[in-house]
């Protein structure tokens, strides 16, 4: 059974820096393209950075050029470094393995159960 474990995060001010971790079991870890979400009150879950099938990486132009997401195949472990952090960042963050479905980016695997960043002075 596939299990994701994210953790990492915590309240922290604006301006500030965090680095979630999410580990992966019961999954081929390295034969899959990974990506951090991020579901903030009253609003959808979205896409703010994963690395392609091709291993380059995207990110939403919300997070460009303040986050960025790595990973380490030996640790089953996608992480998501975040820093000049601001108020409207604050939400769950998840991780999943993504595939292309019918010209969409689709998470597949059933969600672990997050870690919340929490952006306040």
């Known amino acids: 059974q596939v299990q994701l474990v994210e953790s990492g995060g915590g309240l922290v001010q604006p301006g500030g820096s965090l680095r979630l971790s999410c580990t992966a079991s019961g999954i081929a870890f390295s034969s899959n393209a990974w990506g951090w979400y991020r579901q903030a009150p009253g609003k959808q879950r979205e896409l703010v950075a994963r690395?392609?099938?091709?291993?380059?990486?995207n990110y939403a132009d919300s997070v460009k050029g303040r986050f960025t997401i790595s990973r380490d195949n030996t640790k089953n472990t996608v992480y998501l470094q975040m820093d000049s952090l601001k108020p409207e960042d604050t939400a769950v963050y998840y991780c999943n393995a993504n595939r292309a479905s019918r010209g969409a980016i689709v998470p597949f695997l059933n969600w672990g159960q997050g870690t919340q960043v929490t952006v306040s002075s």
């Open positions: 690395f392609t099938s091709f291993g380059s990486t």
